[in-house]
C-alpha cells in the first residue's frame, strides 16, 4: 500500500470515528433548562428590566432581623450579614424575567454535553478579585471542593451528583457528572460563587468569624458593628461593571443594614427616616400602620409590584421526628383546627388567600382530580402513598369565618379517637396515656397574634398549645439540632423546581442539619418522586411530576397550609427610584437608584439605639 493510500485510509477512519462520537454543543452565552433559546442574544445590550442610564451615587439604607455574628455564609455556625453575597461573583447570573437562564459572568462561555454529563466553563480573563488577583480555573476547583467539604451540608446534597472538577487550563473548568440527564445541574454550578484560594490558604474556611472577606463582586465590606450594623461599598474599578448583564445595576455608591430585634421597632424607625426601604410581610401593617402625613404627602411611597413567582408553601410545619405527630391522622385533625377564614377577616384585612399547593401561583400546582399523565406516574407507588391521591382533589377545610368552628372540631376529635387519643380529665392524652402538650418554636414577635386562636381551637380539645419565642441565634440553633415540634416555616419555588427539592422532602436530607428537611421525611415513595422531577426531560414533564409530588405531600398533611399574597408590598421614601419595568420573578433591588435631583424628605437618622 502506498503512503496516500495510507493516509486516504486513516483520515477515512477518523471520520468515521469522529462521527461515531455524539456531537458536542459550541460553546454559548447563556444555558436553559430544556435548552430552549434564551431571551437576551449573545450581542445584547442590558436586560430589559433595568435603567441602562441608571444614575450612580448615594447611600441605600436598610434594616435587617436579628444580628449577626459572621461573614461567612457558607458555612453552618453562626448567623451570617445580611446580603454578603453581594461582594462575591459567581460563574453565571440568572435573568429575572426568564423562568431559568442563566448568562455567562465569571465564565464568559459555557458547554456542555448533549447528554448533561458534563459541562465546561470559560472564564474571561479579565475576571479580579478585589485585591488585584486574576480568577482562575483553581479557584472554581477550590471554590467547590471547600463548599462540598467544609461549607453547610446543604452543598453536599445540592452538588450530590458531580463526580470530579478539573481546571483543564487556567481559564477552563470541567465539571464531570456522576450520571447522564440531570438537566438542572450546569446551572446549579453556575451559580456556584468563586472564592480565592489564595485568600483562604491561610485561613479556615470552617470559621465562622467577622474578618472582612476577600471578594469579587460588585460590593465590599466597608464596615462592621458586630450583630449591629453592616456597610457595603460599590467597588469602583469592579471588574465586571461593563458587561451587558450588570449595565444598570449596583446604582448605589454604599449600601446599609441596620439590625433590629423588633420588627415593629423597625417599622417606626423606617416611618422616622432611618432607613429608606423596606418590604412588608404583615397585612395588618399594610393596611393600618402606614396612615401617616408621610405616606399621605407622597413623600414615603406605598407600592404593590406584582409577583410572577410560584408562591410555594408557608405553613405551620409538623416535625414528625416526634412520636406524637407519626400518625397522620393527628395531622389532619391539627390541621382542621386552623380557622383560616377567621384569621383572614379579624387579622389580615381579608389581604390572603389560603395556599393550596406546595407550588401555588403557578401550572405546576395540583388542581382537581390528578391527570392521566400524572395517574401514570403515581400508579407504581399504589399502597406506598395515600389512597386518595388518586381519586380524591385535596381541599384545605373551610369555615363561615364567625370563629365558631364546631363541625372541624367534632371531625378533628374523631380523627384523634381513631388514632387512640381520648380526653381524661379535660386533657387530650395521647395512644400511650401521656397529656399532650405541644411547643410552637417561633421567633418572629408578630406571629403570636396569629397563632393565639389556633391556641384556643386546640385548647377546646384539651391541647396545650405552648408558644416558645426566642431569639434568632437561640431559632436557628434549634431548627438545625431538629430541637421543635412544630414552626412556622416556608418552602420556596421557583418556575424550575429541581435539584433543592432534595434539600426539601428527601430521606438522605432528613438528618442534614442545613436542610430544609424539616418535617423529617424518610419516605421512599418521595424519594422517587423528587428523582423522577429532577430528570424531567421536558417542561410538560416537570409540571407532571411537579402536581404528583404535590399531591402526595398534601394528602401526607406534613404542614397546616398557610396563605399568600401574588405582589409584593413595598415601602421607600421618595428620593429612591426604580425602573418602570419591574422584573417579573423579583423585586429587582438592585436595579434601583438614588435621585439626584430630589432632596431626601428626611435627614439621615441614625439607627435605633434601643433596636
Request: charged share 25%.
Amino acid at each position: 500500500m502506498t503512503p496516500t493510500h495510507r493516509l486516504r485510509r486513516l483520515a477515512g477512519s477518523l471520520l468515521l470515528a469522529c462521527l461515531s462520537l455524539p456531537a458536542l454543543a459550541a460553546p454559548q452565552h447563556a444555558l436553559t433548562l430544556y435548552d430552549e433559546p434564551p431571551k437576551y442574544p449573545a450581542d445584547f445590550k442590558h436586560f430589559d428590566y433595568v435603567n441602562p442610564d441608571a444614575p450612580k451615587g448615594g447611600t441605600f439604607r436598610q434594616s435587617s432581623f436579628g444580628g449577626f455574628d459572621s461573614l461567612n455564609p457558607f458555612i453552618n455556625k453562626g448567623v451570617s450579614a445580611e446580603n454578603i453575597s453581594i461582594i462575591y461573583d459567581t460563574l453565571m447570573r440568572q435573568s429575572l424575567d426568564e423562568p431559568f437562564t442563566e448568562y455567562g459572568l465569571v465564565a464568559g462561555k459555557i458547554e456542555k454535553a448533549p447528554d448533561n454529563s458534563w459541562v465546561r466553563f470559560y472564564l474571561r480573563p479579565e475576571a479580579r478579585f478585589h485585591d488585584g488577583t486574576p480568577m482562575r480555573a483553581e479557584d472554581v476547583v477550590f471554590s467547590f471542593n471547600a463548599l462540598v467539604k467544609d461549607g453547610a451540608p446543604l452543598y453536599r446534597q445540592y452538588y450530590a451528583d458531580v463526580e470530579d472538577v478539573i481546571a483543564e487550563d487556567p481559564l477552563r473548568v470541567l465539571f464531570k457528572f456522576k450520571h447522564k440527564g440531570n438537566r438542572e445541574l450546569p446551572l446549579i454550578l453556575g451559580q456556584l460563587p468563586v472564592l480565592p484560594k489564595h485568600w483562604y490558604a491561610t485561613r479556615d474556611f470552617k470559621r465562622g468569624n467577622l474578618e472582612v472577606p476577600l471578594g469579587s463582586g460588585p460590593y465590599k465590606v466597608a464596615e462592621v458593628k458586630a450583630g449591629r450594623s453592616v456597610r457595603y461599598e460599590r467597588v469602583k474599578d469592579y471588574w465586571a461593571k461593563d458587561l451587558p448583564i450588570n449595565r444598570g445595576l449596583y446604582n448605589f455608591d454604599a449600601m446599609t443594614y441596620d439590625s433590629y430585634r423588633d420588627t415593629t421597632v423597625a417599622l417606626e424607625a423606617l416611618k422616622a427616616g432611618a432607613f429608606d426601604y423596606a418590604l412588608e410581610v404583615s397585612a395588618k401593617n399594610w393596611a393600618t400602620a402606614y396612615n401617616v402625613p408621610a405616606v399621605r404627602d407622597g413623600r414615603l411611597i406605598k407600592e404593590e409590584l406584582p409577583n410572577g413567582n410560584p408562591t410555594g408553601m408557608q405553613g405551620f410545619i409538623f416535625n414528625i421526628r416526634r412520636p406524637v405527630f407519626q400518625d397522620v391522622r393527628v395531622r389532619q385533625a391539627l390541621s382542621l383546627l386552623l380557622d383560616y377564614e377567621w384569621t383572614n377577616k379579624q387579622l389580615f384585612n381579608g389581604a390572603y388567600t389560603r395556599t393550596g399547593s406546595y407550588f401555588e401561583n403557578s401550572d405546576m400546582a395540583a388542581r382537581g382530580l390528578p391527570s392521566p399523565s400524572e395517574l401514570s406516574i403515581l400508579e407504581p407507588l399504589r399502597g406506598k402513598v395515600p389512597d386518595p391521591v388518586f381519586n380524591q382533589a385535596f381541599h384545605n377545610p373551610v369555615s363561615d369565618g364567625s370563629g365558631m368552628i364546631r363541625d372541624q372540631q367534632r371531625q378533628a376529635y374523631k380523627l384523634l379517637q381513631e388514632a387512640g387519643w381520648k380526653i381524661v380529665d379535660d386533657k387530650m392524652v395521647d395512644a400511650q396515656g401521656k397529656p399532650v402538650s405541644i411547643e410552637f418554636l417561633l421567633a418572629q414577635t408578630e406571629f403570636e397574634r396569629v397563632l393565639l386562636p389556633f391556641k384556643r381551637n386546640l385548647a377546646d380539645l384539651g391541647i396545650e398549645l405552648n408558644i416558645r419565642r426566642v431569639d434568632v441565634s437561640q431559632y436557628i440553633t434549634r431548627l438545625r439540632s431538629r430541637d421543635f415540634d412544630m414552626i412556622v416555616g416556608g418552602y420556596p419555588q421557583s418556575n424550575s423546581p429541581g435539584n433543592e427539592q432534595r434539600e426539601f422532602w428527601s430521606s438522605n436530607a432528613a438528618d442534614n442539619p442545613g436542610s430544609r428537611n424539616f418535617i423529617g421525611l424518610r419516605d421512599p415513595a418521595i424519594d422517587q418522586l423528587v428523582e423522577a422531577l429532577i430528570n424531567a426531560d421536558s417542561r410538560q414533564s416537570l409540571i407532571d411530576h411537579c402536581r404528583a409530588l404535590d399531591r402526595v405531600l398534601l394528602w401526607g398533611y406534613y404542614v397546616i397550609p398557610n396563605w399568600h399574597i401574588k405582589t409584593w408590598r413595598v415601602a421607600y421614601w421618595n428620593h429612591i427610584g426604580h425602573p418602570k419595568v419591574s422584573p417579573k420573578y423579583d423585586i429587582g433591588i438592585d436595579t434601583w437608584w438614588i435621585k439626584p435631583d430630589v432632596t431626601p424628605a428626611v435627614s439621615a437618622a441614625p439607627a435605633n439605639e434601643a433596636n
